[in-house]
């Protein structure tokens, strides 16, 4: 049974001529007889919508028409009531209605869900820092490398962990915000709805480069995943890539041999190197915030979309490339 709750945020206030308004958002705010009072009142996530409109129907008209425009506004939530499979802390709640609107099903989903994060510098601690404070309680850092003074930021890594592992630094980060994220860091639950990967792979170059062959485990185990990368200028990110159903990384590099011939040649020599990490401050948490927001539209069920969105560093002039499935590359042929 789905019951209708206003939204924490919206207020039901008082106007001269006697009429209720609801919100004061200028696009979604309404105005109602005083006679919708009784509706109002009853929309806190104790009663269904039948229930509602037969207790309000004789006092007010049009109920149901009202209640259909409250929940297009955003102003009332109509949903499910919401029993999270693992135990969620009040700072884990109110992280979740700041993200997701209240609905109890997107909490349903956030709670059900790991993420790997393959890289732990400024980009992927970052990223690993916004998805705690966006709901998501199993996150599992990926990365052995010890932090260096290019790790340092004012949202992540300090001086006073340069020679510490990146892994366990940017988990002690993640309990600040979420308590039980070094235990699942030490100890993870691998008994989840879904799984999702992110690979935020360090600078190698002076453009914002991606090895073809970072994720071919990730494709062999069907694991939708995303990538990004920073480099002294410039970013690129990419949407949810679906194994079998969207291009990938590979699909991206075939596409470029098929322009330039050398390119064989060029990442190989590409691969394994480092560069020193010198992003803008602000350009790591840009290219998080995209990440997230990626993700966030494929938790709330849009199709994915494979493609790259580069973003040119200072003035964020973006350009996007689909990423079609190559011939050459094969990860959606069909099995035999």
Not at 107 to 125: E, K
């Amino acid at each position: 049974m789905t019951t209708l709750f206003l939204h924490p945020n919206v207020h039901v206030l008082a106007r001269d001529n006697g009429d209720i308004q609801v919100g004061i958002d200028p696009q979604f705010a309404i105005v109602l007889p005083v006679s919708a009072r009784e509706l109002l009142s009853m929309c806190n996530g104790q009663h269904s919508r039948a229930e509602i409109i037969a207790r309000c129907s004789k006092g007010a008209e049009n109920v149901e028409h009202i209640i259909n425009t409250l929940i297009a506004h955003h102003l009332v939530v109509e949903s499910m009531a919401f029993s999270p499979q693992y135990p969620m802390n009040d700072l884990q709640r109110m992280n979740h209605l700041r993200e997701v609107s209240c609905t109890p099903e997107a909490s349903q989903r956030r709670s059900t869900t790991h993420i790997s994060i393959y890289g732990a510098g400024r980009l992927g601690t970052s990223i690993a820092m916004l998805l705690t404070s966006s709901g998501f309680p199993h996150i599992r850092i990926h990365d052995e490398s010890l932090v260096t003074a290019h790790d340092v930021t004012a949202w992540g890594a300090s001086r006073i962990d340069i020679g510490q592992r990146r892994d366990r630094t940017c988990s002690l980060l993640m309990e600040r915000v979420n308590r039980g994220a070094v235990l699942r860091q030490m100890h993870p639950r691998t008994q989840v709805a879904t799984k999702l990967a992110i690979v935020a792979v360090d600078q190698g170059a002076d453009w914002p480069w991606f090895d073809p062959y970072l994720t071919d485990s990730l494709l062999a185990s069907s694991t939708a995943h995303l990538m990004a990368v920073t480099s002294h200028q410039s970013a690129r990110f990419t949407g949810v890539i679906e194994p079998g159903i969207t291009g990938c990384i590979r699909c991206d590099y075939h596409r470029t041999v098929d322009r330039d011939s050398s390119w064989p040649k060029i990442t190989e020599q590409l691969r394994n190197r480092a560069c020193a990490d010198l992003a803008p401050a602000s350009l790591p948490i840009y290219v998080a915030a995209q990440v997230v927001g990626e993700i966030h539209k494929w938790m709330s069920g849009e199709p994915s979309q494979a493609r790259a969105t580069l973003t040119r560093w200072p003035n964020l002039e973006r350009t996007s490339e689909s990423w079609d499935p190559h011939p050459a590359c094969g990860c959606t042929w069909q099995e035999i």
